[in-house]
């Protein structure tokens, strides 16, 4: 069974330009969520998706976005990059909402730098 | 709020020794908590749920709600056990939404 697949795994991007970020979760999980893990903040929650929708959000500004597709693939986007969103973006996925109890599995991540 | 406290940054412990990483947690309504681990070069990965009160390598963790405490212990510690420990939060309720601890690092030395 393959696990979280991210790409790319690697990303090296100019201030003010966008980035798109892809993550495929476990084949029948269906809540991804993503995760920005930096040394000084640590993991912070950006959000989660289920069945295509936004079910919870974190406190990112709005130039962080994402969707999720039918397939349960989800894209997460961050336009007008800045320095300080130079970190490692992790995606996790769930079987359904209501299974955090059961745990996440993690990707592997997307190394985001920008310069 | 809600808010996750690992205190120590770093856990230096010798091979055979006990282990036991601290976390306590602040949230209002009923608490669902985690611990993952990320070894060298790994994908984070989860190690333990309160809920189903397991044990996983050696490693327990009981939810003290009076204390508001998920400590992480194991009796005797293994050079392989060397790795970030988070503790995490969920407060989404249906829904998935963690919230992380800062991490400690365990360095079980030989």
């Known amino acids: 069974k393959a696990g979280v697949t991210q790409t790319p795994r690697y990303l090296i991007k100019t201030r003010g330009q966008q980035v798109t970020l892809s993550c495929s979760p476990i084949?029948?999980?269906?809540?991804v969520s993503w995760y920005q893990q930096t040394p000084g903040q640590g993991l912070q929650f950006l959000f989660e998706?289920?069945?295509?929708?936004?079910?919870n959000k974190g406190n990112f500004p709005g130039r962080f976005s994402g969707r999720q597709f039918s397939n349960s693939r989800s894209e997460m986007n961050v336009s007008t990059l800045e320095l300080g969103d130079s970190a490692l973006y992790l995606c996790a996925s769930s079987t359904n909402p209501g299974q955090g109890a059961q745990g996440y599995t993690f990707g592997s991540g997307t190394r985001l730098t920008v310069v | 709020a809600q808010r996750v406290t690992q205190p120590e940054k770093l856990l230096s412990v010798f091979k055979g020794a006990p282990v036991e990483l601290k976390c306590n947690y602040s949230y209002s309504g009923s608490p669902e908590l985690f611990w993952y681990v990320q070894y060298s070069r790994q994908r984070l990965q989860l190690l333990l749920r309160?809920?189903s009160r397991e044990s996983i390598k050696g490693f327990t963790a009981d939810l003290n709600k009076g204390e508001t405490s998920f400590h992480l212990k194991k009796p005797f510690a293994q050079e392989e056990d060397s790795a970030m420990y988070y503790c995490?939060?969920?407060?989404?309720?249906?829904?998935?939404?963690?919230?992380f601890g800062t991490g400690t690092l365990l360095a079980v030395q030989p």
């Open positions: 995490a939060l969920n407060y989404g309720g249906a829904t998935n939404k963690l919230i």
């Open positions: 998706y289920f069945s295509e929708t936004q079910r």
């Open positions: 309160h809920i």
């Open positions: 084949s029948g999980h269906r809540s």
